[in-house]
Every structure is written in structure tokens, then in C-alpha cells.
């Protein structure tokens, strides 16, 4: 069984562009959540799709924003990119009731300049 | 920030040697999970631990859980270098469901 596959896996975009990532989870898996990783604040939740429905939103301003199509597959957009949003970007998918076990994928390097 | 709080931060620890790390959370949780992560790459899930639980063993590994005083510890019993990671606890609160709130991690060296 394939594993979470986001991609792409590294990233360098300038200040002001805009950046989409995608994410396509397990089979069978209709759960997907997204996680930002930096040094500074650590893992940190941005959003959890259930069939196509946005079930939750961290604090993350309205730059970043997300979408769930019809075969479970996410994909993360981030606009007007700033230094700050360089991170790890994580894309997690679970069977169905939310994070119970979630699976990882290895992430998106975003590098902002 | 909503993050628990892990300790040690770091750890440094001789192949062969048992190694505790702690986490404390702030909220009521369904469940408290432990991941590792090795070198900035995806994250692996350990364990869950859910609520009515006190204990858990798999393999090298045992979790204890107190949520009176909204505390865990993960103990990894005789260590390996391939051990080497950092290592995250994780909840999920009890009216927040869908999303994990993680602690700050403890990164863990064993030294061969």
C-alpha cells in the first residue's frame, strides 16, 4: 500500500508569490489534515478535510487555504508568501473519524526568499 | 500557543541505555499519541494511549498516561542507535476532535 506522497518535496518561491501543494493520501483514507513545522513554533495545525469538507482551521491567516477533491486528494495554497512561511509543510491522512493513527507524509521544504 | 510541553528538550543517551521522555498538555483529550521524526522528515506514528488508559507497551516502548495531571512519558527501553530521532507527543481534545495539538518535541541522541 502506498505511503502519503505530497509533492513537490522541495520549494523556493520569492516574497509576494503564491504557492500551491499537494497532498494524495492513503487509499481508503478520506481524512487529510494539514501541518506547518518550523523551529521557532513547532508543529502547528492548519486545516482537516473530510470528504471535501473543511471539518477544521487553525490560526492561520486567510494567505493559506485548502481544498479536498471527490478521490481524497488535498491541496494547500498559500498567497502573498512571506519570509515566515518558510517551513515544513506536512500533509497527514487517516482512516475516517479525524487524527486517530495519522499517517505522514515526508512534507514540502517551502523555502520563501 | 496551543502546544503541550515536552521535556527533556534533548537527550543524550549510550546504545543499550533506557530513555524517558515527558509531556504535559493543557486541555481535556480523547487521546494522546507519540511520533518520531527523523531529521526534518515525516512524521511516524508510535502509539496512541486513549483517555481510560494508564498504560500501554509495544515492543521497546511503554506509555503511561495521568490525566489528572495532564501528563505522559514515553520510555524506550534498551535504545538503538537507529533510536535517534526527535519525538513528539500528540492530542486530540475533546471538543476539538479533528485536529492534534503537538508538544514542543525532545530530540534524542544514542551514542553507539
Known amino acids: 500500500k502506498a505511503g502519503v506522497t505530497q509533492t513537490p518535496r522541495y520549494l523556493i518561491k520569492t516574497r509576494g508569490q503564491q504557492v500551491t501543494l499537494s497532498c494524495s493520501p492513503i487509499?481508503?483514507?478520506?481524512?487529510v489534515s494539514w501541518y506547518q513545522q518550523t523551529p521557532g513554533q513547532g508543529l502547528q495545525f492548519l486545516f482537516e478535510?473530510?470528504?471535501?469538507?473543511?471539518?477544521n482551521k487553525g490560526n492561520f491567516p486567510g494567505r493559506f487555504s485548502g481544498r479536498q477533491f471527490s478521490n481524497s486528494r488535498s491541496e494547500m495554497n498559500v498567497s502573498t508568501l512571506e519570509l515566515g512561511d518558510s517551513a515544513l509543510y506536512l500533509c497527514?491522512?487517516?482512516?475516517?473519524?479525524?487524527?486517530?493513527?495519522?499517517?505522514f507524509g515526508q512534507g514540502t521544504r517551502l523555502t520563501v526568499v | 500557543s496551543q502546544q503541550g510541553e515536552e521535556d527533556p528538550q534533548a537527550l543524550s543517551i549510550q546504545e543499550g541505555e533506557n530513555a524517558t521522555m515527558n509531556c504535559s498538555y493543557k486541555?481535556?483529550?480523547?487521546?494522546l499519541q507519540w511520533y518520531r521524526q527523523n531529521s526534518g522528515r515525516g512524521l511516524v506514528h508510535l502509539i496512541l494511549?486513549?483517555?481510560?488508559?494508564r498504560e500501554k507497551h509495544s515492543g521497546r516502548l511503554r506509555v503511561t498516561l495521568d490525566t489528572s495531571k495532564k501528563s505522559s512519558s514515553l520510555l524506550i527501553t534498551a535504545s538503538r542507535a537507529a533510536d535517534t530521532a526527535s519525538y513528539f507527543c500528540?492530542?486530540?481534545?475533546?471538543?476539538?476532535?479533528?485536529?492534534?495539538?503537538f508538544g514542543s518535541g525532545t530530540r534524542l541522541l544514542v551514542r553507539p
Open positions: 497527514a491522512s487517516s482512516l475516517a473519524g479525524g487524527p486517530i493513527e495519522a499517517f
Open positions: 487509499s481508503g483514507h478520506r481524512s
Open positions: 478535510y473530510f470528504s471535501e469538507t473543511q471539518r
Open positions: 486541555t481535556s483529550i480523547n487521546n
Open positions: 494511549i486513549r483517555s481510560n488508559e
Open positions: 500528540a492530542t486530540d481534545e475533546k471538543d476539538s476532535s479533528y485536529k492534534l495539538i
